[in-house]
């Protein structure tokens, strides 16, 4: 049972490419989380699904777009990369229905934009 | 608008001592309590959490954690410590109606042996 995977672990971009996190969770959850973890400033959500079809801005949502592709897969896209969007990215799964359930996440993405 | 405070950035204690971390939040209704722990390049992960009956909620490795309302807080506890304890912890909070969690800045632990 992998739980909740991230691909890829380590990427490094120039400033002005593209790139697509993908997460996909194998424990039947509804929910899905994109957040970015800085230095200081704990995690901070981007996006997030609520269930398959739905997708809603987080906190800090510029600069990304997310696609729910199906209950398993949520994936994040940095259109145009900057620096300021070096971080390491996590991804989260929960199961709705009951809002005391806690999220799982996946081992990160760890991104530098050059 | 939630929000959670965490009193500590960094601790640094010997093994043996014990641990109190601080976890303040600001949520007008009933709220859902987590601690989460993330050991240095891995994911994080549910130490415990509250969300009805005893304040006192116990968790994984001997980490416990009470909860006081009338003063916000869900203060993580272990009474001694091991160096495999270093790590960061964060606290987080989610209301009962809404989706998202809130997470507090963290707090880093370091254990020395």
């Known amino acids: 049972n992998a739980g909740v995977t991230q691909t890829p672990k380590f990427q490094v971009l120039k400033t002005g490419q593209s790139m697509t996190l993908q997460c996909a969770q194998d424990m039947n959850h509804n929910s899905m989380y994109w957040y970015r973890q800085d230095p200081g400033m704990g995690l901070r959500l981007i996006y997030y699904?609520?269930?398959?079809?739905?997708?809603d801005k987080g906190e800090v949502p510029n600069g990304y777009n997310v696609s729910r592709l199906n209950k398993r897969e949520f994936s994040l896209r940095l259109e145009s990369a900057a620096p300021s969007q070096t971080s390491v990215y996590f991804c989260?799964?929960?199961?709705?229905?009951?809002?005391?359930?806690?999220?799982?996440f996946g081992d990160g993405t760890r991104l530098s934009i050059l | 608008a939630q929000s959670v405070s965490q009193h500590n950035h960094h601790v640094i204690l010997s093994e043996a001592a014990s641990l109190e971390l601080g976890c303040n939040y600001s949520y007008g209704g009933t709220v859902n309590l987590f601690w989460y722990v993330q050991y240095p390049g891995q994911h994080l992960q549910l130490l415990l959490k509250y969300f009805s009956g005893d304040p006192l909620v116990k968790g994984i490795k001997g980490f416990e954690a009470e909860f006081i309302k009338s003063k916000f807080s869900f203060n993580l506890r272990k009474p001694s410590v091991q160096w495999s304890d270093t790590a960061e912890y964060f606290c987080a909070v989610n209301g009962n109606y809404g989706q998202n969690f809130v997470f507090g800045p963290g707090t880093r632990l370091s254990v020395l042996p």
């Open positions: 989260a799964s929960r199961l709705q229905g009951s809002n005391n359930q806690p999220q799982h």
């Open positions: 699904s609520a269930s398959e079809g739905t997708t």
